[in-house]
Structures are given as structure tokens and as C-alpha cells.
């Protein structure tokens, strides 16, 4: 069965410092992985997917993400921080022939210090 | 294009009571989807639709809850009887179609509280 693993519950950074969040997935093959931010009140907005191709895949907001197949991994990362980025990123696993059905990570809530 | 709408955005209701949460997707997207997220459980697929049409529907919890989608511009969740362990954050998203190439696009959410 497919399944998210986001280590990191919280993570405070300072602004303009550097952000890695983590991701580990478990699925049988290559899946679809996705990034997605969820500001407070807020539905999820698309940050980044990957689906084949270049491991290395650039969002929005200048975040960026690594597909590292021998790690099972899909860090998300960003050179620098603003404090606007402060907010809960997810991450998710899709089946290819069944990508609709996301699976969801916890969530890492990320907190900006000024 | 206004995005996902969902309402309303908070609703109370009290234990045995009938709830019934409305999504309006984004036009021309044909695929709709109920979400749920709590604290204990995260983020998790109720139900799909595509074409107006249920698809995948394991994961709605129990017969309380029941999803329809009568046009491709409206689709409603309702749970009745309503108890205190549906207090939750659900969420409607839309997206133009199954595949590679699609991204679902979230409602802000209706957050229900059942006392």
C-alpha cells in the first residue's frame, strides 16, 4: 500500500535562511508526487508534482523538489525563506492509472522567525 | 474564475441533526472531490466524481455520509445523522480530468463542529 512519511511536525527557520522539508514515500514503483501549501483557513494550493523525467522539478514561489528514487524521497526545498512561506506544506503520493487517489503526508508546519 | 467555492465556511450543528455541505467546482473541470482532514487522520479522499458520476467511494466513513453531484456545476455532502466525530475540515477540490497532466484545485473548506 502507498503511504507518506513527513518526519518533520514543525520546523522553524529564519527568514532568508534556507528550508529543506522532508518526504518519504512507500509504493511499489515510480509514483506521481506532489507538493502542496496550505496557508491558515485556507484549501491547498499546488506548489509542485512530479510524474517522469527530470528529478529535479521547480514550483512556484521558488520552491523547488528532488526525486530521489534510491531514498524513496521528494524533499522540498528553498534557497530562501519569506516570512510569507510560513504555512503547512503536504505531501502526496498518486498511483499512475489511478493518480486522483492522493495520499496525503501529516503535514510539516513550517513557522518563520523574523 | 472565482476557484472553488464551498459552503458555507463554518456550520455548528448539534448531534442527530442532518449537515449538508455544498461545492461548486471550477467550470470545465470534470473531476470533484470530497476531502475530510482532522487532526487524527490528516488529509483523506471521501469520494470521487467524474462526469458527475461517484467513481470511488471507499472512502466515505459510514451510510451517514452520502455525496451527490446532480450537474457538473454543484455537488452536495451530507451526513444525517450528524455526531460529535465528524467535526472535521472538509473540503471540495476540482480538477479538469484523470491523468498525468491534472491538478486538483481546493474550496477554503467548511469547517463543522457537531456538539
Known amino acids: 500500500a502507498q503511504s507518506v512519511t513527513q518526519p518533520d511536525i514543525h520546523i522553524t527557520v529564519s527568514e532568508g535562511a534556507s528550508l529543506e522539508l522532508r518526504c518519504n514515500y512507500s509504493y511499489g514503483a515510480t509514483p506521481y508526487l506532489f507538493w502542496y501549501v496550505q496557508s491558515p483557513g485556507q484549501g491547498l494550493q499546488l506548489l509542485l508534482k512530479y510524474f517522469s523525467g527530470d528529478t529535479l522539478v521547480q514550483g512556484i514561489k521558488g520552491f523547488e523538489a528532488e526525486f530521489k528514487r534510491s531514498q524513496s524521497s521528494f524533499n522540498l526545498r528553498k534557497p530562501s525563506v519569506h516570512w510569507s512561506d510560513a504555512a503547512e506544506y503536504f505531501c502526496a503520493v498518486g498511483a499512475p492509472g489511478s493518480s486522483y487517489k492522493l495520499i496525503f503526508g501529516s503535514g510539516t508546519r513550517l513557522l518563520v522567525r523574523p | ?115
Open chain 2, 1 to 115: 474564475d472565482a476557484g472553488v467555492i464551498q459552503s458555507p465556511r463554518h456550520e455548528v450543528t448539534e448531534m442527530g441533526q442532518e449537515v449538508t455541505l455544498r461545492c461548486k467546482p471550477i467550470s470545465g473541470h470534470n473531476s470533484l472531490f470530497w476531502y475530510r482532514q482532522t487532526m487524527m487522520r490528516g488529509l483523506e479522499l471521501l469520494i470521487y466524481f467524474n462526469n458527475n458520476v461517484p467513481i470511488d467511494d471507499s472512502g466515505m466513513p459510514e451510510d451517514r455520509f452520502s455525496a451527490k453531484m446532480p450537474n457538473a456545476s454543484f455537488s452536495t455532502l451530507k451526513i444525517q445523522p450528524s455526531e460529535p466525530r465528524d467535526s472535521a475540515v472538509y473540503f471540495c477540490a476540482s480538477s479538469e480530468g484523470q491523468g498525468r497532466n491534472t491538478e486538483a484545485f481546493f474550496g477554503q473548506g467548511t469547517r463543522l463542529t457537531v456538539v
